[in-house]
């Protein structure tokens, strides 16, 4: 079975450009989440989707991070306009069922912004 | 919200044992995940507790105490492969996780 996949792995762009990770879910899991991961900051929930609709999107850091999952099996994270303290890796995961499943990580998009 | 501690690193010695002590504060507390990542990789799954008690799944244990706001990942007959960052998570009534800082765990030789 394949995990859940993410890409790209790598993305280098310039401040001020418009960036789209992406990210498809293990089959048949109806939770699926985004997360940031930077050594100041760790890992960070940006949001999160049940059954594709937003669930709570409160650590989304500001107006030009949106995210959408238009259905099962896939997911994007969009930031528009770039700036330098973007650069992360961005984690996708996902879960079937409740609270105390395990969450599945993808391979991770690691982001630099210049 | 949630507040979440763990030590930043430890170093044990091949063999040996080691322990990661977690503390939290939080409301609406559904659980507790221990994550292992491993460096430039993902995290994987390695522990669930929600009941109080002792979780043993091979060389590693975990354990919870809710009324204490206190958890720890025990790792037994440490190998080099152990040496990464382990990541203590609280879970919330809708299965969102918070995370800690991680403990960097180094096995040396």
């Known amino acids: 079975d394949a995990g859940v996949i993410q890409s790209p792995r790598h993305e280098v762009t310039e401040m001020g450009q418009e960036v789209t990770l992406r990210c498809k879910p293990i089959?048949?899991?109806?939770?699926l989440f985004w997360y940031r991961q930077t050594m100041m900051r760790g890992l960070e929930l940006l949001i999160y989707?049940?059954?594709?609709?937003?669930?709570?999107d409160s650590g989304m850091p500001e107006d030009r991070f949106s995210a959408k999952m238009p259905n099962a099996s896939f997911s994007t994270l969009k930031i528009q306009p770039s700036e330098p303290r973007d650069s992360a890796v961005y984690f996708c995961?996902?879960?079937?069922?409740?609270?105390?499943?395990?969450?599945?990580f993808g391979p991770g998009t690691r982001l630099t912004v210049t | 919200g949630q507040n979440i501690d763990q030590p930043t690193e430890m170093t044990a010695t091949e063999g040996a044992i080691v322990q990661i002590n977690c503390t939290y504060q939080t409301s609406g507390f559904n659980g507790l995940f221990w994550y292992q990542q491993h460096a430039g990789e993902a995290p994987t799954f390695l522990s669930y507790?929600?009941?109080?008690g002792l979780e043993e799944k091979g060389r590693f244990s975990s354990f919870l105490s809710r009324s204490k706001g206190y958890s720890y990942l025990l790792l037994k007959e440490l190998q080099m492969k152990d040496s990464a960052s382990y990541l203590c998570?609280?879970?919330?009534?809708?299965?969102?996780?918070?995370f800690g800082a991680g403990t960097q765990v180094v096995v040396t030789p």
């Open positions: 998570a609280v879970t919330d009534s809708w299965g969102k996780l918070q």
């Open positions: 089959s048949g899991h109806d939770y």
């Open positions: 989707f049940n059954n594709n609709v937003p669930i709570d």
């Open positions: 995961a996902s879960r079937l069922g409740g609270g105390g499943s395990e969450q599945y």
């Open positions: 507790n929600v009941l109080d």
